[in-house]
């Protein structure tokens, strides 16, 4: 063996023993799955002190024969290191993909070749090096579009510590129902995310502005790559760039917005889901639902504005017919149709630009080029019925823009249950009627009185049922938004209602869980500390009216509930709903009040929790996936 530097991150005879294993089992076999399990089993039995083998990442060389790569942790020096071994007989030429290649040494093993083993840095930051391999020696473990497959997409606020929890979470599902739900990479691209430069320029004293997570769309891609590769994850998952938005007041700060879009949609390139969110440009006073809605005669004079000619006969001719969605047949009135058209036409004409925007991105990428389509309409302040949905969609069918998802509102709150009592109680939390009172559904709570009983969750079931057979009428999957928090009956009745067939989001959640666990600390604990101070600066932005209208809550629930988040099972009705909502926007903000005078922003003091609390989430947030997933068949 040739000598090697003393500061290695793991040990050379470690290394050689890990690859006389892998040749053993390998030598003139193709690599498959009961192959990996197969080295996993023997692995197992060894007691290595200075690597972590992550065996199903296990893949061959697609250049040199019976030369491997492995990801792998090395365990020596202060802080571990995330790696990927290059496994290579000493006769084959040195791979020039990768950089910072360390070389662990040249070694005769027990059994199979003399071999050159190299360790090349593969943490979820190095971005090049996880590029190469995806796209160069595995691309299995890119991501593709979901297209009809049913899923579950959750949101990584913190990739490092959620994404391996959910692909292990999707590993049991697959195993116990034969279906592959994974949709792991996802978070708003324009809200929740944005650019590395933005990010570097966020001093943190603005709670909700974007990029609060800290995480840029290029990092949450290859976070899930990282993660994919050690999970040994090749079944295909979906990443999606949730909720580009378009905002604005005027036709100036729109187009501006539309280029900010644009950006984010180049940075997501390899992204393989798409949701745009171009709600700003709703009309709402066309929906006669508003409380100062528009007669017949201004809706048609804006109509006439909106669509003069040949365009607005188009709209007509293509609307005023029967649509056939499931047992039902819907028809649209002419006054109707203009209604729709002048509520949600200029939202749909910039998602046609903006669905050639990303097809274009895509065609020049080396990722996966193909996508999904999910325009948004549940940011509306109405509850989406069956004709708008119809209208939405076969709009952007026939104009050769088809959607593949599709959100509806459907009166979902973020990361808070949905009532399931008319009146608010302590047992049952929150009642409908309050729930509504403040929101633009007038038609929703006399229906589920008249219709259904006083039960609002059947009343749920009931319209779920009715936009699902919409959807599939397009050959579309219904997109649900605002997972997070809704209890299990609630579940059961939107998958009952879909019959399975449905893209569940999630993200506050995961999340929540990990603000859990440091809540849950003893008191004096440091993590328990860092807690009570997020908690703290959220009502001193609130106290700045920084949350808007919502600023308020945080001293009513601040007195009745303190700084409890809830009890995840119950929907955390029984918490500081205040802090369910917002606490987790502290991590794009500083610390400012930590007693050793370290201000760094919270996300960069929780990106070092402890192994012991890392492991504890995942084993949350994975049971929480699989949990979803039990009760959406």
């Known amino acids: 063996m040739q000598p090697v530097p003393i500061d290695l991150p793991l040990r050379p005879a470690e290394a050689s023993e890990l690859a006389s294993t892998i040749f053993e089992h390998v030598a003139e076999r193709t690599l498959t799955e009961e192959t990996r399990n197969r080295i996993a089993g023997r692995i197992g039995t060894k007691n290595f002190s200075s690597l972590r083998p992550y065996l199903r990442s296990l893949e061959p060389d697609p250049v040199h024969d019976s030369a491997y790569y492995l990801a792998v942790d090395g365990l020596l020096g202060e802080r571990q290191q995330q790696l990927l071994l290059h496994i290579a007989p000493a006769t084959a030429p040195a791979s020039s993909l990768f950089r910072g290649a360390v070389l662990i040494g040249r070694m005769r093993l027990a059994a ?36 009809a497959l049913a899923a579950i997409a959750t949101g990584n606020r913190h990739p490092e510590v959620s994404l391996p929890a959910a692909f292990q979470a999707f590993r049991t599902i697959l195993r116990d129902s034969g279906r592959n739900m994974a949709s792991t990479v996802q978070l708003s691209a324009t809200r929740e995310m944005t650019t590395d430069e933005v990010i570097a320029g966020r001093d943190g004293e603005d709670p909700t502005a974007i990029g609060h997570t800290r995480v840029s769309i290029q990092h949450l891609f290859h976070a899930g790559l990282w993660a994919a590769v050690r999970a040994g994850w090749r079944e295909g998952y979906n990443a999606e760039a949730d909720h580009v938005i378009v905002t604005g007041e005027n036709d100036t700060e729109i187009a501006r917005s539309v280029e900010k879009a644009k950006e984010a949609i180049r940075h997501a390139a390899g992204f393989t889901k798409f949701t745009t969110d171009t709600s700003r440009l709703f009309e709402l006073q066309a929906d006669v639902r508003h409380p100062q809605a528009w007669s017949e005669s201004v809706v048609a004079e804006r109509f006439a504005q909106l669509f ?21 047949t819907y028809r649209i009135a002419a006054a109707d149709v203009e209604r729709l058209a002048v509520k949600f036409g200029r939202s749909l004409i910039l998602n046609e630009q903006l669905y050639d925007y990303i097809r274009e991105v895509k065609a020049g990428s080396p990722y996966v080029r193909t996508f999904d389509f999910e325009p948004s309409i549940d940011e509306a302040e109405t509850l989406t019925t069956p004709e708008e949905m119809i209208f939405y969609m076969h709009w952007l069918k026939a104009r050769g823009r088809p959607a593949q998802l599709v959100p509806p509102n459907l009166g979902f709150k973020k990361r808070q249950a949905y009532p399931s009592t008319m009146e608010t109680s302590s047992l049952s939390g929150v009642g409908l009627i309050e729930y509504a009172s403040h929101k633009m559904w007038p038609e929703l709570c006399p229906r589920v009185e008249r219709e259904y009983g006083g039960n609002p969750i059947a009343e749920l079931g009931a319209r779920v049922r009715e936009l699902a057979a919409v959807a599939r009428h397009f050959n579309g999957t219904l997109s649900i938004h605002s997972g997070s928090g809704k209890q299990a009956e609630v579940l059961e009745e939107i998958g009952r209602a879909t019959g399975g067939r449905l893209n569940y989001k999630i993200s506050g959640e995961l999340q929540l869980q990990l603000l859990d666990v440091l809540s849950e600390q003893p008191a004096g604990d440091p993590w328990r500390a860092l807690y009570e101070r997020m908690a703290s600066r959220a009502e001193e932005f609130a106290a700045r009216n920084a949350f808007g209208s919502e600023s308020e809550l945080a001293e009513v629930y601040r007195k009745s509930r303190g700084s409890f988040l809830g009890t995840a099972g119950r929907g955390r009705v029984d918490g500081n709903l205040f802090l369910v909502f917002w606490i987790g926007n502290m991590v794009g903000s500083r610390d400012v009040h930590a007693p050793d005078g370290d201000t760094r922003f919270f996300k960069d003091k929780l990106d070092e929790l402890p192994a012991a609390l890392i492991e504890e989430v995942r084993k949350r947030n994975a049971a929480y996936i699989v949990w979803l997933a039990a009760h959406l068949r």
Not at 112 to 128: C, K, L, R
Not at 310 to 317: L, M, R
């Open 112 to 147: 199979g070749p003399e071999a050159v083993i190299n360790a090349i840095p593969f943490s979820s930051q190095d971005h090049a090096n996880l590029d190469s391999f995806a796209r160069h020696v595995a691309r299995h473990f890119l991501p593709r579009p979901q297209g």
């Open 308 to 328: 003069p000619g040949e365009s607005g006969s188009w709209v007509k001719s293509e609307f005023e017919r029967p649509f056939q969605a499931g047992d039902r």
